[in-house]
């Protein structure tokens, strides 16, 4: 069994819906979508070349867990309480954020998100001193 764990830093992107120019008849994604596409895909090229891999066409196992910035307006009950798993974000679809991976990895990890048999996904608060990220494991025989 082949896996590879890679870690993005920075607050999770959930995938947004495409945009629609009137001017000029096209569909776009929006920048910041497309941006956080990039460095997943820079993170997971990283990690592939370090493990010597090669893109897979095997059906893939996703495990990913988000892990949101705590808001700094809150006081400091609610963020020790968010930190240690007392309150659940309820921003950012966790579905959206699976798919800004996905992806994000296409073309590096797999030829297409297609190949996903099962996944399994949580989203938490971040501790202040790990900050704001993703770290997602692929698993293909």
Known sequence: ???????????????????????TGHTYTPNKTR???????????????KNKFKMTDRPIHVDM????????SWNKKKK????????????CDLDNV???VLDGVEGVVMENDKQVRSFYCKKKYAAPSDG?????SFYWE
């Open 1 to 23: 069994m082949n896996s590879i764990t890679i870690r993005i830093d920075g607050q999770p992107v959930a995938k947004q819906r495409p945009r629609f120019n009137m001017k």
């Open 35 to 49: 941006d956080y596409e990039k460095k997943v895909a820079q993170c997971a090229w990283v990690e592939m070349a």
């Open 65 to 72: 867990t988000a892990a949101m910035e705590i808001p700094k």
């Open 80 to 91: 020790f309480e968010a930190e240690f798993g007392g309150i659940h974000p309820s921003r």
């Open 98 to 100: 699976l798919k800004s």
């Open 132 to 136: 704001p990220h993703v770290v997602v």
